[in-house]
């Protein structure tokens, strides 16, 4: 079991950067998907990028591509997510979430993750 907390989120200009974090307790992180899911008011959750438990292998949605990087240290239990050129249209809330997995895979589903954290809000002002 694996408890995510994010940081790093805030208010920043179009063109921007930010780089959010998330720190899971627990001593099975290594074995665990990471994910970034972002939700707009009024709109459903969705998946921004993920990462196998190794980091050998990573999914971006096609509106960040480019632009956003997912990394982990698994020494570190943590997780990020670097974002730049951000535009407006990325304001959400950005949730961090984790998913057991025996395969070396990604997962994109949100109702694959187990694990979420509560979020911490992104703002892009143009």
């Known amino acids: 079991q694996v408890q995510p907390v994010e940081s790093g989120g805030g208010l920043v200009q179009a063109g921007g950067s930010l780089r959010l974090s998330c720190a899971a307790s627990?001593?099975?992180?290594?074995?665990?998907?990471m994910a970034w899911f972002h939700q707009a008011p009024g709109k459903e959750r969705e998946s921004v990028a993920a990462?196998?438990?190794?980091?050998?292998?990573?999914y971006y949605d096609d509106s960040v591509k480019g632009r956003f990087t997912i990394s982990r240290d698994n020494a570190k239990n943590t997780v990020y997510l670097q974002m730049n050129s951000l535009k407006p249209e990325d304001t959400a809330v950005y949730y961090c979430a984790a998913a057991l997995s025996g395969p070396d895979r990604v997962v994109v589903a949100p109702i694959a993750y187990d694990y979420w954290g509560q979020g911490t809000q992104v703002t892009v002002s143009s």
């Open positions: 990462i196998s438990w190794s980091g050998r292998h990573t």
């Open positions: 627990g001593r099975t992180f290594s074995s665990h998907i």
